[in-house]
């Protein structure tokens, strides 16, 4: 059986942290679900970026769209919506058959919008009205400005995946942003079954440390602060507050592990796959992960509820020299500057496309 069946059957959702037209149209997404176990989809402006500027599919439609009148920002959407809402109506069936608990694709609101509150909660209103899917999260940073943003989504009912998170400390302030969005709805008598993931991002901090610590220590910083986060998840979900909501009808919010793929080619292709296997919670892989994946055979021990050893190996790097609060605010704001960047590309990319075809035709 393939190690994707098998993390599959243990309780996780396998994402894929991918999306092009390519995908759809030649049917390789929806043999990724019917054989590789793949119950959803992320996408990101880097994501995007790739997509575009790789693939000759695009500039039909871009042109199109040019001729319409639409660019940069506008037309862009227009894309990634066309997409999206066709990969979520691929995994609509897995939707409906988990009663709303997996089966969703992901989009990201503009990351020139992760410091402002208030235009962020009404392109996540606009995007998920655009989108007329029930199983699209709009993707919002767990920013300090990004939080307010987060509840009052959630309280309006948009469904949520809160992105950027490095840390225990994020996941917690983002699930409490969750938390007062469903309270709220509770109080004003409204559905409570909105869903959310929360994305922590893993392998980057281990790029992060790499030569700052010593050799014995690669490639277990990003596990430690996952094991920490999971931690502080089971123990949240388990408190009078959650079962209080999960009583009035609401679906937790899931961990989502990001930023899973191996970037070390020295290390195993499925390093931390194996080491974040867990039931009730999500995986989001590079494609070339979710292929390494389905080419083994076995998976290893679940993560410990407990946290296992995460604390023991944290300490190790801080007598290192390693401030974990730290880290984590600045990977989240490095994390923001390289979505801004692949944005400014992508921007750049869908003009200069539009511009040539432009040419071509005349």
């Known amino acids: 059986m393939k190690a994707t069946q098998l993390l599959h059957n243990l309780g996780q959702s396998i994402w894929l942290d991918n999306i092009t037209r390519d995908l759809l149209d030649s049917g390789t997404l929806k043999r990724y679900i019917d054989e590789l176990s793949v119950t959803g989809l992320t996408s990101n402006p880097t994501i995007f970026n790739h997509a575009i500027k790789n693939s000759a599919v695009y500039s039909s439609p871009i042109r199109r769209m040019f001729a319409e009148g639409k660019s940069g920002e506008a037309l862009f959407f227009e894309l990634a919506l066309e997409d999206l809402t066709r990969a979520a109506d691929l995994f609509r069936p897995i939707f409906d058959r988990t009663n709303g608990v997996d089966g969703w694709v992901s989009l990201e609101v503009s990351p020139l919008l992760a410091y402002d509150t208030t235009k962020t909660l009404a392109a996540a209103k606009e995007l998920y009205a655009r989108a007329a899917r029930p199983n699209l999260l709009i993707k919002i940073p767990g920013t300090k400005e990004g939080l307010p943003a987060i509840e009052e989504a959630i309280f309006a009912g948009i469904p949520i995946n809160v992105t950027l998170l490095f840390s225990s400390n994020h996941y917690l302030a983002a699930a409490e942003a969750f938390l007062r969005g469903i309270e709220r709805r509770v109080e004003a008598g409204l559905k409570p079954n909105v869903g959310s993931v929360a994305s922590v991002f893993v392998s980057r901090w281990d790029t992060e440390v790499t030569g700052k610590v010593s050799r014995t220590l690669n490639h277990k910083l990003g596990i430690a602060i996952a094991m920490r986060t999971y931690k502080a998840a089971r123990d949240l979900l388990s408190s009078p507050r959650w079962h209080r909501i999960y009583n009035a009808g609401a679906y937790p919010q899931r961990l989502l592990w990001a930023s899973t793929g191996t970037k070390d080619p020295t290390a195993s292709d ?58 984590a605010a600045q990977l989240q704001e490095k994390g923001a500057r390289s979505f801004v960047e692949s944005w400014n590309e992508l921007m750049s990319q869908i003009s200069s496309k539009a511009s040539l075809l432009r040419k071509a035709a005349g």
């Open 270 to 327: 499925i390093m931390y796959v194996k080491a974040l296997a867990a039931p009730f919670t999500v995986n989001t892989m590079p494609e070339a992960t979710l292929k390494a994946l389905a080419n083994h055979k076995e998976l290893g021990s679940i993560l410990p509820a407990n946290g296992g050893d995460c604390e023991e190996v944290l300490s190790r790097f801080a007598d290192a020299g390693i401030n974990i609060d730290t880290l």
